[in-house]
C-alpha cells in the first residue's frame, strides 16, 4: 500500500520548490500518493503518513516559513514519519565540510521539535539568479557566484534512499 506523502517547502526564488517537485515525481513514480504545497499554506498534516519539509536557505538562515510550519505542527510531527532537505549555495560543491554546515541548518529544523522521527536529512545545492531577487536580498546576493548548482543524481538518490527507508 503506498504511503501519503506531504511535501511541503519554503522558497525565495523557486529553487527548493523546483527540488520538491523533483522529489515528488520520483516518489510518484515508486507507487506514492505525493501532495506537494507551499510550507505556508499547509493546514492540517494528519492525513499524511510522510512528511517531507525543504527549506530554502539563505546566509545562513532556514526560510522562516520551515520555522513556523514545524512550529505549528509540534504536536502532530511526531507521530509521522519525517524527512528535511535544504537547498542552499553551501552545497554548490559537495564536501564534508559543506554537508556539516548544510546539516547544521537542518539542525535548526530538530531544535524546535527534537522529538520528531527524523529519518532522513537531504543537502542539495540551490540555483542563484539575482535577477529573481528584490531588494536588499538582491543587492546582498549581488557578491555570490551566479548559477545553477542542483544535483539531480544526487537529489534522485537520496530520494530513492528514502523511498527504501518508507517500505
Same mark, same amino acid.
Given at each position: 500500500m503506498p504511503n501519503n506523502i506531504l511535501i511541503a517547502y519554503s522558497t525565495w526564488a523557486g529553487s527548493t %520548490?523546483?527540488?520538491?517537485?523533483?522529489?515528488?515525481?520520483?516518489?510518484?513514480?515508486?507507487?506514492e500518493t505525493i501532495k506537494i504545497?507551499?510550507?505556508?499554506?499547509?493546514?492540517?498534516?494528519?492525513?499524511?503518513?510522510?512528511?517531507?519539509?525543504?527549506?530554502?536557505?539563505?546566509?545562513?538562515?532556514?526560510?522562516?516559513?520551515s520555522h513556523l510550519f514545524v512550529q505549528h505542527f509540534a504536536k502532530t510531527l511526531p507521530s509521522k514519519k519525517v524527512a528535511y532537505f535544504v537547498v542552499c549555495t553551501t552545497?554548490?560543491?559537495?564536501?564534508?565540510?559543506? #554537508?556539516? %554546515?548544510?546539516?547544521?541548518y537542518i539542525e535548526s529544523l530538530v531544535a524546535r521539535v527534537p522529538e520528531v522521527n527524523l529519518i532522513s536529512r537531504g543537502q542539495?545545492?540551490?540555483?542563484?539568479?539575482?535577477?529573481?531577487?528584490?531588494g536588499l536580498? #538582491?543587492?546582498?546576493?549581488?557578491?555570490?557566484?551566479?548559477g545553477?548548482?542542483?544535483?539531480?543524481?544526487?537529489i534522485k538518490k537520496w530520494?530513492?534512499?528514502?523511498h527504501q527507508k518508507l517500505e
Open positions: %520548490q523546483s527540488v520538491a517537485e523533483f522529489i515528488g515525481k520520483r516518489l510518484q513514480e515508486l507507487g504545497l507551499p510550507a505556508r499554506k499547509v493546514k492540517d498534516i494528519r492525513a499524511y503518513d510522510v512528511i517531507i519539509l525543504g527549506s530554502a536557505v539563505r546566509a545562513g538562515m532556514i526560510h522562516n516559513d552545497m554548490s560543491k559537495d564536501t564534508p565540510e559543506n #554537508r556539516a %554546515q548544510a546539516d547544521s542539495f545545492g540551490g540555483a542563484i539568479d539575482v535577477t529573481k531577487l528584490k536580498i #538582491r543587492i546582498m546576493m549581488s557578491h555570490v557566484p551566479q545553477d548548482y542542483r544535483d539531480w543524481d544526487a530520494t530513492d534512499d528514502l
